[in-house]
């Protein structure tokens, strides 16, 4: 299975030049590490920040410099910071091309549920709901399956749901999934040395395979 970084970097592959990409709390957040050098995309945080650049050497941290995660970060040349009512003008506008979540379950309608398991206590959504409901692609970065064994793309989300068919595409630790309009999830690439067998068997939601699936290829 992938790593978190990993899960990253193979996301990091389906960034474009140009782009505005907002990354959300965990693995996405791994993502700026990864983005390749020829591209010049600008990443946002819906804290404040426009312009985040890879997480810095422990000689580079800036305690008053985060995310909204509250990881320390970097900041490339030319940045802005501004506050939240600004950061969230820019999302509802629809000036973020590309947000990059974690979800607790997906659902095979592209279905999302990423902020409250119930009976545990969560600070609030945050950002979430604003920003599915206003970037033109959404890729999820997830685990497959939850610590006891269920599959955590489904037919139907069973937890609070965030937004409704806003997802299109799934990085989790075993493959590289497309969700489909018309519904399903389409199995584009599986992570080496996971057969297509296990997918389908940690998969609850319709799996929908056609011909030969290509193992994930790392290189840049």
Not at 96 to 102: A, D, K, M, N
Not at 141 to 151: E, F, L, T
Not at 165 to 192: H, T
Not at 199 to 214: R, Y
């Amino acid at each position: 299975m992938l790593t978190k970084d990993q899960i990253a970097q193979r996301i990091a592959k389906e960034v474009k030049d140009g782009q505005y990409i907002n990354l959300g709390i965990g693995i996405p957040t791994l993502v700026a590490n990864y983005i390749p050098e020829n591209l010049d995309v600008v990443l946002q945080s819906e804290n404040g920040l426009l312009g985040i650049g890879p997480f810095p050497t422990e000689d580079k941290v800036d305690p008053d410099l985060i995310n909204a995660g509250k990881q320390t970060i970097t900041m490339t040349k030319g940045s802005v910071l501004f506050s939240s009512a600004e950061s969230f003008a820019m999302i509802r506008g629809g000036h973020v091309q590309l947000t990059i979540l974690g979800a607790m379950e997906v659902s095979e309608n592209g279905d999302i549920s990423n902020w409250k398991i119930p009976g545990k206590m969560v600070k609030g959504m945050g950002g979430a709901m604003d920003l599915v409901a206003s970037a033109e692609r959404i890729i999820v970065a997830m685990q497959h399956c939850s610590k006891d064994g269920q599959s955590k793309l489904l037919k139907s989300c069973t937890l609070p749901i965030t937004g409704i068919r806003c997802v299109d595409m799934i990085v989790s630790d075993l493959a590289v999934l497309e969700v489909l309009p018309e519904g399903g999830f389409k199995l584009l690439e599986r992570a080496p040395g996971i057969s297509v067998e296990e997918i389908q068997a940690k998969t609850e939601g319709k799996l929908i395979v056609e011909g030969e699936i290509p193992e994930m290829n790392f290189a840049s």
